[in-house]
């Protein structure tokens, strides 16, 4: 009986490392839907206002030089979280299936054995 006390507390093991790697895959999946929102909310467009045509084509400049800033440091943080991803993705799916087979063990320790004649 031991060795289905010893399957049923590594199944439970498991199933909480399991658990575990599906909230820091939900928690990367988050991070990288938000950068992914902040990259497609930029526009080209410069906020408009009422100046003059030199200021306003200072304040164009500016902005795309902004613009273009912000999307490379958002597309190196998305590169970053989509890595951060698929790494809680493979563990996830490592954790989850230990957890399975665990689970068919444990079901098969607690089957009665048939003798075989031999």
Do not use: C, K
């Amino acid at each position: 009986m031991n060795r289905a006390r010893d399957l049923r507390r590594l199944g439970a093991l498991a199933s909480l490392l399991s658990e575990a790697g599906l909230s820091r895959l939900a928690g990367a999946l988050a991070a990288r839907n938000r950068t992914e929102g902040l990259l497609a909310a930029l526009t080209d467009a410069p906020p408009s206002g009422e100046v003059e045509p030199a200021a306003a084509l200072r304040n164009a400049a500016v902005y795309a030089a902004w613009i273009e800033h912000r999307r490379r440091a958002l597309a190196a943080q998305l590169a970053q979280e989509t890595a951060r991803v698929d790494d809680a993705r493979a563990t996830a799916a490592r954790a989850f299936g230990r957890a399975q087979a665990l689970g068919r063990l444990e079901s098969v320790a607690h089957r009665p054995r048939v003798a075989t004649p031999d």
